[in-house]
């Protein structure tokens, strides 16, 4: 049995292994230890750190098979770790494929985790009517990610295109990173705040004193929640979670929850805890960055068609191989490139071992790690193959930008259909299947026809451009129709009840 000493000098190795960037030498210090050897007040600790290890190293399954086991001793574990451990724990349950009870079961009992909160619930109407010209609605966004993040080519078109007659836009960000982006994105909105440094019940208080009538979240359960955690106290009367997130947020002060008419079906929607806010056509607006607008993206004949996936490899299960490796059966001499986001050469070495398990032709595949020019390769792949059922989404843009098609698949739940909506939106829904099967067959049929995948390469990037995937102004209007919808709901009930 591990004694406090022998804890304490372990948590010392851990910490200085963490900050050597040595995983490896982590996960080996806590299964030498073993688990039955921690005191029960301390076994949280063993699988909290061996959680986030997994998940660093790419094995997301036991990853969330250690979150689980933490959770059972939830009542020993700091409050502030159950929060980041459930958020971490609801993100990774999404690369893998598991049912929807289950899915369900852990996004709904999220909610448990606040109920020693005091929310702020008493909101009483004292604006005019929101039919008035001169009412402004109190816009708030809040987000972890406002620097040069993916998030921030999805929410650019919204800061850049609000009405600043009807709306004021107050930006809280809840987390320190920072960068050039950041002061650029300052100098788009009317209030810059930042609660880095604040607890999440200090942000909140903030948010409350500045009369924010709607706040929406653009986070989630990504880094750790932080987000939520604020959003747990309801420092606003309407609360929105979408764009940066994809699924429910199992918050039950989150009211509504951003999606579009192809993520968005009457059987998912008994998955959300929220009630969902419905876009005409896209729920996302893509802007490419510079390092996409500055590529070439003139793309060269390649004698051997090439199959190609930039998305995290983390997201590529098994499954997915297995498609993989059938497209590479059913279509000759074509080769797969697998480009990873990590620069890590661990986890290359890693894929070349699961896919020489699985019986691939390595001679036909390229596996490469992350780096820092890596979009100009897009012009090495033919077709992108689109992993399930954690789908990208910056990735699927880039990819179709840069003028190369993307094959992904879609399921039930809202997240798994993100591909689905950006290829729809943009006229290509057919390249969307529903199936294993009906994915495979979709990439054979594509890279068979290399007319049709010639005339794709040379007008992806203008049909994107003329589509409601990159139409700002439009897409601005659709959520500020939705925005004055919601509060002109609350306004009537507030009026009819005197508060809410």
Same mark, same amino acid.
């Given at each position: ?139 708030? *966004?809040?987000? #972890? ?6 998030? &921030?080519?999805?929410? !650019?078109? /919204?800061?850049?295109? @609000? ?98 008419? *192809?993520?968005? #079906? ?6 959300? &805890?929220?009630?969902? !806010?419905? /876009?005409?056509?896209? @729920? ?217």
């Amino acid at each position: 049995m591990l004694t406090e000493a022998g804890f304490v000098r372990l948590v010392k190795q851990i910490a200085k292994a963490d900050e050597g960037g040595k995983p490896e030498t982590i996960k080996k210090l806590l299964m030498d230890t073993g688990r039955k050897n921690f005191p029960e007040s301390k076994k949280w600790f063993y699988d909290d750190v061996l959680a986030n290890i997994y998940a660093q190293l790419g094995e997301m399954s036991r990853s969330v098979q250690h979150y689980k086991q933490e959770m059972e001793h939830a009542e020993l574990i700091p409050h502030d770790v159950r929060l980041m451990s459930y958020s971490n724990l609801l993100m990774y349950l999404h690369y893998l494929e598991l049912g929807n009870e289950e899915m369900n079961y852990w996004h709904k009992g999220y909610n448990s985790l606040f109920a020693d909160i005091q929310p702020y619930h008493s909101y009483v109407l004292t604006q005019p009517a929101v039919e008035s010209a001169k009412v402004k609605i109190k816009l708030g *966004y809040l987000s #972890t990610d406002f620097f040069g993040h993916i998030v &921030t080519n999805f929410i !650019l078109q /919204l800061f850049l295109h @609000h009405n600043r007659q009807r709306f004021e836009i107050f930006v809280y960000q809840a987390a320190g990173e920072k960068d050039e982006v950041t002061n650029w994105l300052k100098n788009m909105v009317d209030v810059w705040c930042d609660l880095s440094a604040c607890s999440a019940q200090e942000a909140a208080a903030r948010i409350h004193a500045d009369s924010i009538d709607i706040l929406v979240d653009l986070s989630g359960h990504t880094r750790g929640g932080r987000t939520l955690q604020i959003a747990a106290y309801h420092p606003a009367p309407i609360q929105i979670c979408g764009i940066g997130w994809f699924d429910t947020t199992g918050l039950a002060a989150m009211d509504y929850f951003l999606t579009d008419k *192809y993520c968005h #079906t009457q059987e998912n929607a008994a998955d959300f &805890t929220e009630k969902m !806010l419905c /876009l005409p056509e896209s @729920h996302f607006c893509y802007t490419p960055g510079e390092a996409v607008l500055s590529c070439d993206n003139i793309r060269q004949e390649h004698d051997s068609l090439v199959f190609g996936c930039f998305n995290n490899f983390a997201k590529i299960t098994d499954s997915m191989l297995l498609s993989w490796r059938e497209i590479l059966e059913k279509v000759s001499e074509a080769k797969l490139y697998l480009k990873n986001v990590s620069r890590d050469k661990f986890h290359v070495d890693k894929m070349y071992q699961r896919l020489q398990m699985l019986d691939f032709p390595l001679a036909r595949c390229i596996i490469e790690a992350g780096e820092e020019n890596y979009l100009e390769k897009y012009l090495e792949v033919d077709i992108a193959l689109d992993t399930y059922p954690y789908p990208g989404g910056g990735t699927t843009c880039e990819a179709i930008f840069m003028g190369c098609p993307v094959i992904t698949q879609y399921g039930r739940r809202h997240g798994s259909r993100f591909g689905l909506s950006i290829l729809s939106n943009i006229g290509l829904g057919e390249l969307a299947a529903e199936t294993r099967q009906g994915y495979v067959e979709r990439a054979v049929s594509l890279a068979n026809d290399r007319e049709l995948l010639k005339l794709l390469h040379n007008n992806l990037r203008i049909m994107m451009q003329k589509s409601p995937l990159m139409d700002g102004k439009g897409y601005t209007k659709a959520i500020e129709a939705k925005y004055r919808q919601i509060w002109q709901d609350f306004s009537d009930k507030c009026r009819n009840t005197k508060h809410i």
